[in-house]
């Protein structure tokens, strides 16, 4: 059964450094979404990508974010200058059309700022 | 933002029997609702959606019934059996935003033999 992949598990990096976290969609699926979870809380949407481009993002999405298709596989979050409350469980889905269809998601990467 | 509440943080259900999680939302634009569960260290699992022009959707051991009138939903899980322990999370997405899920807090599903 396909599913999404997100690498590394696990990434631990300092204050101000910038960090990229690789996710690879269901092949067939063209919407990409990237989701966190601050340990505790709720998940919390950051963005969607369709056609190479955003086409949501939520108020937590600011400038020290970004997203890209580098490839016809890969769908990547930068996160230029991480700052201690970046530390989350990030989450990478996706799915095969918009609106009312389900949103598969990848195991998640543990982003942790020190 | 508590505009999906699940108000239960537990609960705890007997092998066999029926397992009832509950959803509660405010947002009168939520027209597609979801289902996940979650194992620790991994992601949300899809189990089961359901639109707001229908009032319930069943695929085999799992049922979830919307109503709209009340803004609730609920997942109906039968016989519940011991691999079902995990977090639940509802959510949610509207028009015109329907990228964005809304989750739920969760609710830590217990199945004992």
């Known amino acids: 059964e396909p599913e999404v992949t997100q690498t590394p598990s696990h990434q631990v990096t300092q204050m101000g450094q910038e960090v990229i976290l690789r996710c690879v969609p269901i092949?067939?699926?063209?919407?990409f979404y990237w989701y966190r979870q601050i340990l505790g809380q709720k998940v919390e949407f950051l963005v969607s990508?369709?056609?190479?481009?955003?086409?949501?993002k939520s108020e937590i999405f600011d400038d020290q974010f970004s997203v890209e298709r580098p490839d016809g596989s890969n769908f990547t979050l930068k996160i230029r200058s991480t700052k201690l409350e970046d530390s989350a469980m990030y989450f990478c889905a996706s799915s095969r059309d918009r609106g009312m269809n389900e949103q598969y998601f990848g195991p998640g990467t543990r982003l942790t700022v020190t | 933002d508590q505009q999906v509440k699940q108000n239960s943080p537990s609960l705890s259900v007997q092998e066999g029997r029926i397992s009832i999680l509950n959803c509660d939302y405010t947002n009168s634009m939520f027209d597609y609702f979801l289902w996940y569960k979650k194992y620790p260290a991994e992601g949300p699992t899809f189990l089961i959606s359901i639109s707001s022009i229908k009032d319930k959707n069943e695929d085999g051991r799992f049922t979830v019934f919307l109503n709209k009138s009340a803004k609730h939903l609920s997942l109906h899980i039968v016989p519940s059996q011991p691999g079902d322990s995990a977090v639940y999370f509802c959510?949610?997405?509207?028009?015109?935003?329907?990228?964005?899920?809304?989750f739920g807090t969760g609710t830590r599903l217990q199945v004992f033999p």
């Open positions: 092949s067939n699926h063209l919407y």
């Open positions: 959510a949610a997405s509207a028009n015109p935003r329907p990228d964005k899920l809304i």
């Open positions: 990508f369709y056609n190479n481009e955003i086409s949501e």
